[in-house]
């Protein structure tokens, strides 16, 4: 992800149990839209770091280990 230097960005990847409810835009300065998504069926174009941590959680690995993650 070099392609974002000379910047520095702290990216952190959450998983979440949902049993119901629907997620609300409480700051729309900041977001238009919020949704529930299958890991199968995302939205594109996704934010390469949100790419990054939905192929570490699928295979298993921490982001120091995703070198080898294609």
Not at 30 to 36: A, I, R
Request: hydrophobic share 30%; with cysteine; aromatic share 12%.
């Amino acid at each position: 992800m070099t392609k974002y230097a000379p910047k520095h960005y702290a990216h952190i990847g959450l998983l979440a149990d949902w049993d119901s409810g629907e997620p609300r835009v409480l700051e729309p300065e900041k977001s238009e839209s919020w949704g529930w998504y299958d890991l199968e069926n995302l939205p594109e174009p996704l934010f390469e770091p949100c790419s990054l941590a939905i192929r570490c959680h699928k295979t298993n690995k921490n982001y120091l280990d995703s070198g080898d993650i294609a």
